[in-house]
């Protein structure tokens, strides 16, 4: 089995890992969702607009699903043959 990798912070400059990839932190780490999550309440932008400058994922992403769903499908299917 390989190692886990670490899962990095979406914003470009940041780098910090994310400490829990959990659905609703849109592929950011806490301080970048904290300062998104900011400038969202002051109005100053949205979490669309966000999107679409790349520095937010969706709120349906489940990464941790995907990534789970791709190696329970895989061991599966090796186990089935």
């Known amino acids: 089995m390989e190692p886990t990798k670490e899962v ?27 300062a998104a999550n900011f400038q969202i309440k002051r109005g100053k932008t949205t979490w669309a607009e966000l999107e679409r400058l790349g520095l937010a994922l969706p709120a349906v992403y489940k990464m941790t699903d995907r990534v789970f769903s791709t190696a329970f499908k895989q061991a599966k299917a090796g186990g089935a043959s």
């Open 8 to 34: 990095l912070c979406i914003v470009p400059s940041c780098g910090r890992p994310l400490h829990t990839p959990i659905r609703g932190a849109r592929g950011l780490c806490y301080k970048c969702y904290a």
